[in-house]
């Protein structure tokens, strides 16, 4: 739940002004508190989407966990507790972007030293750490499971995995896929461009015109597609999920269906009530 509202917040600061200056000036480029702010709000809720589920790969090892003080760190207080650490700790850290991201030619970005320090800040804590966090615990993750399933008789009071554990641990793992496959490019081309609008000066058109459109793939299209596969991995991959999806649309055809009717209740209850009281009127006048 708190991976959908994270991405709720993200993508809607992230699209929706966009969307907006397709056909009317762009506010983002002309303003140099809502560029800041946009900025700061995106970054933060990404950061604390991807250290959020670099934490749920971490707490679905621990569940499957053969070792009683390691399984113990799988539980509800620890994972609330975890959350709002995360979110706290980028909410503070990410203050750097409301001070000094900036506009240049009517871009609201990152530029001069703070963007090539922005650069490798990317590299690590989106890149590096996040993806080999996960890597490693998927691939510990991939072996309990394995052993688990091996072992028949339990060990030291340990129960095996009931079906729900095992499909979020299945969810757990595909998204972390998702996330690799939709964020490895995103710091390699940060660092790019930095490096390149550095150094080179003069960059031809051609040039220009690629780079403009790989930026466009890896730092706009896969990025933005990450943070709305959530539904559809859940959709694909979990059958109590679908029919929960199915449930909420057929509660909402039977409301929907049921509005016109109880209009039509309603408006023939009110004519009974207006015809009675004509019929009262008039005998009153007689």
Same mark, same amino acid.
């Given at each position: 739940?708190?991976?959908?509202?994270?991405?709720?917040?993200?993508?809607?600061?992230?699209?929706?002004?966009?969307?907006? &200056? $397709?056909?009317? *000036?762009?506010?983002?480029?002309? +303003?140099?508190?809502?560029?800041? %702010?946009?900025?700061? =709000? /995106?970054?933060?809720?990404?950061?604390?989407?991807?250290?959020?589920?670099?934490?749920?790969?971490?707490?679905?090892?621990?569940?499957?966990?053969?070792?009683?003080?390691?399984? &113990? $760190?799988?539980? *509800?207080?620890?994972?609330?507790? +975890?959350?709002?650490?995360?979110? %706290?700790?980028?909410? =503070? /850290?990410?203050?750097?972007?409301?001070?000094?991201?900036?506009?240049?030619?009517?871009?609201?970005?990152?530029?001069?030293?703070?963007?090539?320090?922005?650069?490798?800040?990317?590299?690590?804590?989106?890149?590096?750490?996040?993806?080999?966090?996960?890597?490693?615990?998927? %691939?510990?993750?991939?072996?309990?499971?394995?052993?688990?399933?091996?072992?028949?008789?339990?060990?030291?009071?340990?129960?095996?995995?009931?079906?729900?554990?095992?499909?979020?641990?299945?969810?757990?793992?595909?998204?972390?896929?998702?996330?690799?496959?939709?964020?490895?490019?995103?710091?390699?081309?940060?660092?790019?461009?930095?490096?390149?609008?550095?150094?080179?000066?003069?960059?031809?058109?051609?040039?220009?015109?690629?780079?403009?459109?790989?930026?466009?793939?890896?730092?706009?299209?896969?990025?933005?597609?990450?943070?709305?596969?959530?539904?559809?991995?859940?959709?694909?991959?979990?059958?109590?999920?679908?029919?929960?999806?199915?449930?909420?649309?057929?509660?909402?055809?039977?409301?929907?269906?049921?509005?016109?009717?109880?209009?039509?209740?309603?408006?023939?209850?009110?004519?009974?009530?207006?015809?009675?009281?004509?019929?009262?009127?008039?005998?009153?006048?007689?």
């Amino acid at each position: 739940m708190s991976e959908v509202r994270l991405n709720f917040i993200g993508v809607n600061w992230a699209i929706v002004l966009l969307v907006y &200056a $397709l056909d009317h *000036p762009d506010p983002i480029g002309s +303003s140099l508190i809502l560029c800041r %702010i946009r900025g700061y =709000i /995106i970054h933060t809720c990404s950061m604390c989407f991807r250290y959020t589920l670099m934490f749920l790969c971490a707490d679905r090892y621990a569940l499957c966990n053969f070792h009683v003080n390691i399984r &113990a $760190l799988s539980r *509800p207080q620890i994972a609330y507790r +975890s959350i709002g650490f995360i979110t %706290i700790f980028w909410i =503070i /850290i990410s203050v750097h972007l409301l001070i000094w991201e900036s506009i240049e030619n009517g871009r609201c970005g990152v530029y001069g030293i703070y963007g090539q320090i922005f650069g490798f800040y990317v590299l690590i804590f989106t890149g590096i750490i996040p993806i080999s966090v996960m890597i490693i615990f998927g %691939i510990l993750l991939t072996k309990a499971l394995r052993q688990v399933r091996s072992r028949i008789q339990p060990l030291n009071g340990y129960n095996r995995l009931n079906a729900r554990d095992m499909k979020l641990i299945k969810l757990v793992l595909t998204e972390v896929i998702i996330y690799i496959l939709c964020t490895l490019t995103y710091p390699l081309m940060t660092i790019y461009m930095t490096v390149t609008n550095s150094t080179t000066l003069n960059k031809t058109i051609q040039r220009k015109q690629i780079e403009s459109f790989i930026n466009f793939i890896t730092m706009s299209l896969l990025l933005y597609l990450n943070y709305n596969t959530t539904f559809y991995v859940h959709f694909l991959t979990s059958k109590a999920y679908r029919n929960e999806v199915k449930q909420f649309l057929f509660k909402l055809i039977r409301k929907s269906n049921e509005l016109p009717q109880n209009q039509q209740i309603g408006m023939t209850m009110t004519k009974k009530v207006l015809t009675l009281q004509q019929v009262r009127i008039t005998n009153t006048t007689i």
